[in-house]
C-alpha cells in the first residue's frame, strides 16, 4: 500500500511537472494570442499616414502605422494596442487622437501583424517599445508625447512610461499584472514560470507623470474587480474612472471617454 501511494505522488508529480512546462512554452501564444498579417498587406485610413519600419539593436523589425494631422503637429500619442489584433484596426482609434491636436504611432509587437522577431520575454517585449519610442524623440519632444496602453498594452505602455519620461499616461481597461492573471486562473502554477509579469501596479507607482485609469463597468476580459486594486498605486493628481455600462471593447467609442480627453492630454 506504501509502495503504491509513493508510486501515485510520484505519478502525479509528474503530470505536475508537465502541465508546468506546457504552460512555460505555450505562455506567448497564450497571452498574446499574436496575429500576423501578409507581406503584401495594404492600409486604407481616411487621414494621412505612413507605415514606418523601425529596426531594433536586438533584429526584430517592428511595423508602425503613423497617423499626422493634414499640417504640422508638434505632439504624438504612442497607442500599445491588446492582444489577437494588429495596427490594422479601427479608424476611430487613431481619429479620436488626432481630432485633439496629437498625430498617432501605432506599432506592432514582435510577431504581430507585419512586425518580424520572436517574441520570448518581457525583456524582449519593453526593449522594443522603448526603443521605438526613442526613436520618436528624434521627431517630437519628450514632453509632447502621451502613451496609451489598450487592455494587454497597458501592462506595456505602464512599463515604458516608468522608464521614461513622457507627457502622461493614459489606461484602457488595464490589469494588475500577469502574475495576477496567471494567480487567478491557474493558481496552482509557480510565478517564476512566468516569462511576462507585466507588473502594472510596481510600474504605476514609479511615473511620476499625471496617470488617467479608465475602467470599463461590464468588463468581462479583465475583470473590474481585481483591477480596481491599481486605484492604491495612483499619486495625488492622477485620476481614474469608471465607464457605465462599458464592456472590454468599444472604449474608444465611449462618450465619456470623448469629453474628458481634451482635459487629459492637455493637463
Known sequence: MKKFSVQLLGGLFCIYLMVCGYFYFVQTELIFRPVKLPPNTSYSYPFPFEERIFETPSGASIHAIHAFQSDSSNKLVLFFHGNASTNKTSALKFQLFLDEGFDVLYPDYRGFGLSSGDLNNEKDLIEDMQFVYSEMLHEYEEDSVFVVGYSLGTGIAAQVAAKENPRGLM?????????????????????????????????????????????????????????????????????????????????????????????????
Do not use: C
Open 171 to 267: 489606461l484602457w481597461t488595464p490589469y494588475t499584472s500577469i502574475l495576477d492573471m496567471k494567480n487567478q486562473n491557474y493558481p496552482f502554477l509557480p510565478d517564476f514560470l512566468v516569462r511576462y509579469p507585466l507588473r502594472t501596479d510596481i510600474a504605476l507607482s514609479q511615473i511620476e507623470e499625471p496617470i488617467t485609469i479608465f475602467f470599463a463597468e461590464h468588463d468581462r476580459v479583465l475583470p473590474i474587480e481585481r483591477s480596481l486594486s491599481l486605484k492604491k498605486y495612483l499619486k495625488p493628481g492622477d485620476r481614474s474612472y469608471i465607464l457605465e455600462g462599458q464592456g472590454h471593447l468599444g472604449v474608444y467609442r465611449n462618450q465619456r471617454v470623448k469629453e474628458l480627453l481634451p482635459d487629459i492630454l492637455n493637463k
